[in-house]
């Protein structure tokens, strides 16, 4: 009797975490690499680009080049409405309000309110990594911080 309620247990566990699994959308990583070194791009005007796009066994994997200010130390976080992804990367410290409602943040990270965020005077070139688990299909349009992203190197 007890091993059959044990085994009962166990296959109930199971059988939740995998209904969970399958409908939890969740920002399994996220990744900025910077090409300030490597790639000299024309920075008049540099808009975010594609470099990679794909969406494999539920897994859409994003990688977008971009100029964002130097400082080193972002986190990612995404929010899907109806048929946009929004997805963005913030210093980390800096929480909005804005952003404490609806929006996925990425696998690990906790969000902390420091008084003073560090910034810098200049502007890098990256190569941000988003990748996200949960999605059935590719949005029909994706912004990084608010802005379109064109399809650069990246062609469909």
Partial sequence: MRTTLT??????????????????????NYTKINLCDSVKPNFSPVYPTFNN????????????????????????????????????????????????KGYIIEDGYIPEIKKEVMSTFCDCYFEMTYEIVGLKEIPKFIKINGQRIRQGIYSE
């Avoid at 085994?7 to 399994?28: A, E, M, P, W, Y």
């Fill in 7 to 28: 085994l009962l247990t166990f296959g109930l566990l199971i059988s939740i975490l995998s209904c969970r699994q399958k409908n939890d959308v969740r920002l399994l």
């Fill in 53 to 100: 796009k794909t969406l494999r066994n539920g897994q859409l994997n994003l990688s977008i080049r971009l100029l964002a200010n130097c400082t080193d130390d972002y986190y990612g976080l995404f929010k899907t409405d109806s048929d946009t992804l929004k997805l963005f990367y913030l210093p980390k410290g800096l929480f909005p309000e804005e952003f404490r």
